[in-house]
């Protein structure tokens, strides 16, 4: 499978680029509350937020599996229909993982554009044990399945590391 086909160059309007923006700032809220720096937004196609989160998967009380993408594609999935959440847009601070990269694919999701790519994402964190990464891009993810999800990112990578500064110790 050729992974250019999943990554459909659309044109990013400035919405787009606003609640890409809003996910990032909603990380550095979620880093500012003691959590990983990471969060996520649903949007309808007319860019209507319908769900947010942040990452709550922090030991010794979070769940590791409440990643951002995660909670608010989960969110978004119980407020509206199938048919509804193809025409969302999930926006995300980093790529998704292959956790929640089967979340969105699972709960309909027709979109994701995010900020900072897995790659990048792994020269902050090194191997730090809060965030034992895959190398695992979302869009071949995505490619393995039935459907067709628009992959759109890396976008505003320099913006998106910000709240990583400093998290995940000495090399961040």
């Given at each position: 499978?050729?992974?250019?086909?999943?990554?459909?160059?659309?044109?990013?309007?400035?919405?787009?680029?606003?609640?890409?923006?809003?996910?990032?700032?909603?990380?550095?809220?979620?880093?500012?509350?003691?959590?990983?720096?990471?969060?996520?937004?649903?949007?309808?196609?007319?860019?209507e937020i319908i769900a947010t989160?942040?990452?709550?998967?922090?030991?010794?009380?979070?769940?590791?599996?409440q990643h951002a993408e995660l909670?608010?594609?989960?969110?978004?999935?119980?407020?509206?229909?199938?048919?509804?959440?193809?025409?969302?847009?999930?926006?995300?601070?980093?790529?998704?993982?292959?956790?929640?990269?089967?979340?969105?694919?699972?709960?309909?999701?027709?979109?994701?554009?995010?900020?900072?790519?897995?790659?990048?994402?792994?020269?902050?964190?090194?191997?730090?044990?809060?965030?034992?990464?895959?190398?695992?891009?979302?869009?071949?993810?995505?490619?393995?399945?039935?459907?067709?999800?628009?992959?759109?990112?890396?976008?505003?990578?320099?913006?998106?590391?910000?709240?990583?500064?400093?998290?995940?110790?000495?090399?961040?």
């Open positions: 499978m050729n992974i250019e086909k999943a990554s459909t160059a659309s044109t990013l309007s400035g919405t787009d680029l606003s609640l890409l923006r809003a996910a990032i700032d909603l990380a550095e809220e979620s880093k500012k509350s003691g959590r990983h720096p990471f969060a996520a937004i649903v949007a309808n196609e007319r860019g989160a942040g990452n709550n998967s922090m030991p010794p009380e979070g769940d590791p599996t909670a608010a594609a989960a969110k978004a999935a119980k407020l509206l229909s199938p048919d509804e959440l193809a025409k969302c847009t999930l926006y995300t601070s980093a790529e998704p993982c292959c956790m929640c990269s089967g979340a969105i694919y699972w709960c309909n999701i027709g979109r994701v554009v995010y900020a900072l790519s897995e790659h990048r994402l792994l020269t902050l964190t090194g191997d730090h044990p809060e965030n034992p990464t895959f190398s695992l891009p979302c869009r071949e993810i995505f490619l393995r399945g039935q459907r067709h999800i628009e992959v759109v990112g890396p976008l505003l990578e320099e913006e998106a590391e910000q709240s990583h500064i400093g998290f995940w110790g000495e090399g961040a």
